[in-house]
């Protein structure tokens, strides 16, 4: 059985959603061969045991265009079982209708429901009927090596530390420079990694450690081994769920005004899931959550 499942976003967080999807989806055709097509995040879906094989598109620009017309060609000689797709907008229903395949499945976001249920509706049309809907994430041996490294040269190997990650993927989602240093000087005596990915943060705050140029790999291996996740809404928060971490996650609501919906069920709709989850947001900016309000939901001191 030929399968294609076709993803239009480079996005971690959906990245890792999709992690049980692959996992739920062999175990309904194990003897299938799974193709992804994607834009991004090649170094995460490569960890995915349950996908057979990848079609990469480039990134932007006429590249992607002139990529993803000889993919087409490539993909339109194929013949699929099954052809699973997010509910398209026109490119995609372009893009779908070059591809033959025996049945096609689409799949939309459930008003009220996570997301993950959208997902499970297309297992359940096809099938299936226990769903384990956890996430996963393997970290490769070395990966997790070179990251024990770090955290035994900065004294926190086998030690409760907080991750602190301030900026998401636009504005929005980004704390500026005065809400990190006051949160900061909140956790004073406390041990923090700042995820400075661009180094827009000093490093000069008390007690943090800057965490730069690491692939997201070896970020999530920093992740599996902290004791505690702060962080903005973005793919950080998804990976702090695959291990199980408690967490506060900033939401801006203003990041989904493409969304229907518009009030904090998108919270519910987008967010990490669990009991250990806390969720704090506001309306345009995340530096419109007060300081105090982040701070009294982290458990000060770590275990």
């Not at 692959?22 to 799974?34: A, G, I, T, V």
């Not at 090596?145 to 989602?173: Q, S, T, Y």
Request: hydrophobic letters at 40%; proline letters at 6%.
């Amino acid at each position: 059985m030929k399968i294609l499942f076709v993803r239009i976003n480079d996005k971690i967080g959906d990245t890792v959603i999709e992690t049980f999807f692959y996992r739920e989806l062999k175990k309904l055709f194990p003897q299938s061969h799974l193709t992804v097509m994607c834009c991004g995040n090649k170094e995460l879906l490569r960890q995915i045991p349950y996908i057979d094989e990848f079609i990469f598109l480039p990134p932007g620009g006429l590249g992607k265009i002139i990529a993803a017309f000889t993919k087409t060609l490539y993909i339109w000689k194929q013949h699929y079982d099954l052809l699973i797709s997010l509910t398209p907008h026109w490119r995609m229903k372009f893009f779908n209708a070059f591809i033959r395949a025996n049945r096609k499945e689409y799949f939309d976001v459930i008003k009220g429901a996570h997301v993950s249920e959208a997902y499970s509706q297309v297992l359940k049309r096809l099938g299936k009927e226990k769903i384990d809907t956890t996430y996963e994430l393997p970290i490769p041996n070395q990966v997790q090596k070179e990251v024990d490294l770090f955290l035994e040269k900065n004294h926190l190997l086998g030690k409760p530390f907080l991750i602190f990650n301030p900026a998401g993927g636009d504005p929005n989602r980004t704390l500026n420079q005065l809400q990190v240093q006051q949160i900061m000087e909140q956790l004073r005596g406390t041990p923090v990694v700042l995820l400075n990915w661009q180094g827009h943060y000093p490093t000069t705050f008390p007690e943090a450690i800057s965490w730069r140029h690491a692939s997201i790999l070896q970020t999530a291996a920093l992740v599996k081994n902290a004791a505690y996740i702060l962080t903005v809404d973005t793919g950080i928060a998804h990976i702090a769920e695959v291990f199980g971490k408690p967490m506060t996650v900033l939401f801006s609501l203003k990041h989904y005004q493409h969304e229907p919906m518009k009030d904090i069920s998108l919270l519910t709709i987008w967010g990490p899931r669990g009991s250990q989850v806390q969720k704090l947001w506001a309306q345009e900016s995340v530096n419109q959550i007060p300081v105090a309000a982040i701070v009294s939901q982290l458990p000060l001191p770590l275990q």
